[in-house]
């Protein structure tokens, strides 16, 4: 166990390293230049001046170069400087988005998990019924409906029609100034919204994953060892069947883990959502290097520590795994 | 989204402005007397993009430009009907040779940190501008500076190697302060999201992505503005931001054609917000590849464009929020000349140019020339749904006298790096923001063609150039005018754009809010005189 714990972790670092070169070269691809977002089609800018803009960014060394300069300041933690006008460092600019984007990326996948696993269950259980077809016609409304439109529905009506929501942002004007429980209820009420319907949409993956692992569960040969020997119907579910049903959820929950970080940049621009969403997709329309590798190697560690987690729970959970493999 | 941002070209000109006819357009109803103008209450207005820094000269994104327009100053302004004014300068004298400017800075103005302000700021802004490593876009026109120098604290000299007309507008630049940034690295300077100037609001604070809050200044040599509070909040979708508008979460935004005329005509609306109309400061246009054989022939030119229904344009994109562009100008502006011979909608006319210019009906009903198809593309920016709607129109027009048009539509930094640049187009539709000099060398001098370059359709015409040249080489305003018509008049003749429409602004401000008048240059131009009643004071 232990040896392959050190195994999965050293393969880490080369992985980290391919990814990073990857990635690297493909956003250095794509056309434009930090230089060209800032300065194209503007009458004010000579190209005299576009060329010291590019050596000031060191965009005239080969990429080769550039790389180097910049995995050798990610080995000292340093992510660098961004290349948008504002120039900031850039794990600055990921230190102030991360807290609200893990916030509601955390509520909401505890809301997903919380819901959807119940629903699964129940749909499974009462496979074919009117249950069941009920709840996938719901899941799949969420996953369906365009989160946009639902969420322009809603703001209209709960916060222009009705009033009883504030529409965007995540504080009121002014709420600096109240006390701090009324704080928290006030950014309360700006999250709830994003939250449910963040929710909603994700629900349908999940919940027909579990309803379809509970089903092959169900079907094995010792849940009706256990239906035989007359042990109730509930224990069965929940006891003998739900475990078994579980497993593969915790790759799931190993997964999420990168996307805790990751925001949707149509939900943020929509609620005006100062998160990570919109900083990435900024930082790629405006060809912000420095900050597109910053965002993508945070997200590539976090896939990879998710991945590793996961293993290990799933070993750690089920000895079949553990004593198979190492 | 944030991308209809970018595609703002000329981003020179800072303010919000506009306008034409003379009066601008107003539907409000005053509720009640108006009190006197009082002290308090704030503005919260909505942005769609964040500011990128507040250091003027750094910066070239409008957020950035609005909150700084309100922090700092420069030497001179342009007023509401266009003249220029001093702002920092109270007054500029130009040598009779037109060499050199002398202005003559305004005493008693302080910092917002107390510091005074002298013209060792401005000879500081002007050496951070020309240098090399401050990474700005402004630094042509100060290039075009021989020498500066400041006298003494209230006196500031340049020396231009030649008169350089657009000068004057040049140093309409904020000023920034020397003393807290001199001999510092300014691209790391705390002022980029603490700034620290001499206007009319001071900076309180900024949350990345929320809202930055701007208080009065107390002390401004103006008068202490009266809204106490200016609040600028990111909502970066307009339909998000129309909602809290209505919602009350907002007192000023600028509304899409459609808002304007279709959503906020109901009583409750229009009881509760003052909106307000004058033409923007932009143009957009349909640009021809003039390295192209095809276009080459001022014929083929002028047939599209009496092909292309300007007024359907307008209706069909703008609901008739905007009017018809002849020219590189904006109407109403003094370089604007009126009356052009413009080709009008005339597709009988355009038939009968595209016959001269040796076309033919093919039998697919494309017109062939020389046994080639008349057929091209028309390129657009993704993100600008205005400009697809335009393309699209365009298209059914053409078709109908013979020309097959595709539409491909790009990504902006794509379009600009793998067309553009590369002459691999054939005609774009795209747009230009004024700036408030009527000078458009860049746009349209022969010299300008280079890759990467402004005058990427390639347009080469002699007299254009020697207009160019002596328009931005005098300071006499008769003198440039009559180079300015003559270009419009040239422009109008050869058709290197079809020029289309002059969109309008539409702002649109909480009616509690009082001491608008709209002008020429638009309604924000005294936001300092705005205010609100006690009695309907709300925060």
Redesign the interface.
């Known amino acids: 166990m232990v040896n392959y714990l050190i195994k999965r972790i050293l393969m880490l670092f080369p992985l980290l390293l391919g990814i990073t070169l990857i990635t690297f070269t493909v956003i250095h691809l794509?056309?434009?230049e930090p230089v060209?977002?800032?300065?194209?089609?503007?009458?004010?800018?000579?190209?005299a001046?576009?060329a010291?803009?590019r050596e000031?960014y060191g965009l005239d060394k080969p990429l080769y170069v550039q790389y180097g300069r910049w995995i050798s300041h990610l080995a000292h933690f340093d992510f660098g400087r961004s290349f948008?006008?504002?120039?900031?460092p850039v794990a600055d600019?990921i230190v102030?988005?991360i807290p609200i984007t893990l916030t509601l990326n955390i509520i909401a996948l505890i809301l997903e998990f919380g819901l959807a696993i119940p629903i699964g269950i129940l749909a499974a259980v009462h496979r074919d019924t009117l249950l069941d077809r009920g709840i996938s016609v719901f899941v799949f409304l969420g996953f369906a409906v365009p989160t946009f439109w639902l969420a322009?529905l809603c703001?209209?009506f709960f916060?222009?029609k009705l009033?009883w929501l504030?529409?965007?942002?995540?504080?009121s004007?002014?709420s600096d100034k109240l006390p701090f429980l009324a704080r928290y209820w006030d950014m309360a009420r700006h999250l709830l919204l994003p939250v449910a319907i963040a929710t909603f949409g994700s629900l349908a993956g999940l919940s027909r994953y579990m309803r379809s692992t509970m089903l092959e569960v169900l079907s094995q040969d010792y849940i009706t060892t256990a239906r035989a020997k007359g042990v109730k119907e509930r224990i069965v579910i929940y006891k003998h069947a739900l475990k078994n049903a579980l497993l593969p959820v915790i790759t799931l929950l190993g997964f999420s883990l990168p996307g805790l970080i990751g925001g949707s940049v149509i939900f943020?621009?929509?609620?005006?959502i100062?998160g990570m969403g919109?900083l990435f997709y900024?930082g790629v329309?405006g060809?912000d290097y420095p900050l597109v590798m910053g965002i993508l190697v945070i997200g590539a560690c976090l896939t990879l520590v998710g991945n590793l987690l996961a293993d290990l729970c799933y070993a750690f959970a089920d000895p079949r795994i553990r004593h198979g493999k190492a | 989204?944030?991308?209809s941002r970018?595609v703002t070209?000329?981003?020179?000109a800072l303010q919000l402005a506009g306008c034409a006819k003379g009066a601008p357009e107003q539907q409000q109803k005053v509720r009640g007397p108006a009190g006197p103008p009082a002290y308090g209450d704030?503005l919260?207005t909505g942005s769609i993009g964040e500011p990128?820094?507040l250091i003027p000269v750094?910066?070239?994104?409008s957020s950035?430009g609005e909150i700084s327009g309100l922090v700092y100053n420069g030497l001179l302004r342009y007023d509401k009907n266009y003249q220029l004014e001093g702002d920092l300068a109270t007054s500029w004298d130009v040598s009779p040779d037109g060499l050199k400017i002398t202005f003559h800075l305004r005493h008693g103005v302080k910092w917002h940190d107390g510091h005074d302000f002298t013209s060792r700021d401005v000879l500081y802004t002007y050496r951070v501008i020309i240098d090399?490593?401050t990474?700005?876009?402004?630094?042509?026109?100060f290039k075009q500076v021989q020498s500066a120098r400041a006298p003494d604290p209230y006196t500031f000299e340049v020396v231009y190697a030649k008169p350089f007309a657009p000068a004057l507008a040049s140093w309409g630049m904020s000023i920034l302060p020397a003393h807290l940034l001199e001999g510092k690295d300014i691209?790391?300077s705390p002022l980029?999201?603490n700034p620290i100037g001499t206007g009319p609001y001071v900076f309180k604070q900024w949350?990345?992505?929320?809202?930055v809050v701007l208080e009065a200044n107390p002390d401004y040599w103006e008068g202490k503005p009266y809204l106490s509070r200016y609040?600028y909040?990111?909502?970066?979708?307009s339909?998000?931001m129309y909602?809290?508008l209505?919602?009350g979460?907002l007192d000023e935004m600028n509304l899409s054609p459609v808002q304007y005329q279709r959503q906020t005509n109901t009583r409750e609306f229009l009881s509760r917000f003052n909106k307000y109309r004058y033409p923007a400061s932009a143009y957009t246009y349909l640009g021809y590849n003039l390295r192209l054989p095809l276009f080459q022939d001022r014929r083929v030119r002028q047939a599209i464009t009496c092909a292309i229904n300007k007024e359907e344009i307008i209706q069909g994109v703008l609901l008739g929020m905007g009017q018809i562009a002849h020219g590189p100008y904006k109407p109403g502006t003094w370089a604007y000349k009126p009356k052009v011979d413009d080709f009008g909608y005339d597709p009988a006319r355009a038939a009968a140019l595209l016959k001269e210019a040796g076309f033919t009906m093919g039998s697919d009903g494309v017109l062939v020339k020389d046994g080639k198809r008349f057929s091209f593309t028309i390129m657009t920016n993704q993100g600008n749904d205005q400009r697809l709607k335009c393309a699209l129109i365009i298209q059914q027009r053409l078709r109908s006298v013979g020309i097959e048009v595709k539409i491909r539509v790009m990504e902006?930094?794509?379009f600009?790096?793998?067309f553009i640049d590369k002459g691999q187009f054939e005609a774009v539709l795209l747009g230009w923001t004024l700036?408030q000099d009527p000078d458009i060398y860049?746009?349209w001098h022969s010299s300008k063609t280079?890759p990467?370059?402004?005058n990427f359709i390639h347009f080469k015409d002699p007299e254009v150039d020697r207009l160019l040249v002596e328009g931005r080489g005098t300071f006499d305003m008769e003198q440039r005018k009559k180079c300015y018509y003559a270009i419009q008049d040239i422009l109008a003749r050869e058709q290197p754009y079809t020029f289309l429409y002059v969109p309008d602004a539409l702002p649109v401000v909480s009616a509690r809010v009082r001491g608008i008048e709209p002008a020429p240059a638009g309604i924000f131009y005294n936001l300092i005189k705005w205010y609100v009643p006690k009695a309907e004071q709300v925060?």
Not at chain 1, 166 to 171: L, N, Q
Not at chain 1, 268 to 272: D, G, M, N, P, R
């Open positions: 794509a056309p434009g060209e977002m800032q300065a194209s089609m503007n009458p004010k800018v000579s190209a001046s576009k010291r803009l000031l948008a006008p504002d120039n900031r600019k102030e988005r322009l703001m209209y916060g222009v009033s504030p529409i965007s942002g995540i504080h004007l002014g943020e621009t929509i609620f005006a100062p919109q900024q329309m060809r | 989204m944030t991308l970018l070209l000329f981003l020179v704030t919260v990128s820094t750094l910066a070239t994104d950035s090399p490593k990474p700005t876009a402004y630094s042509e026109d691209t790391k980029a999201r949350i990345p992505l929320q809202k609040v909040r990111i909502i970066p979708d339909s998000t909602m809290e209505k919602a979460g902006w930094a794509s600009i790096n793998n700036g860049d746009i280079a990467k370059e402004l925060n």
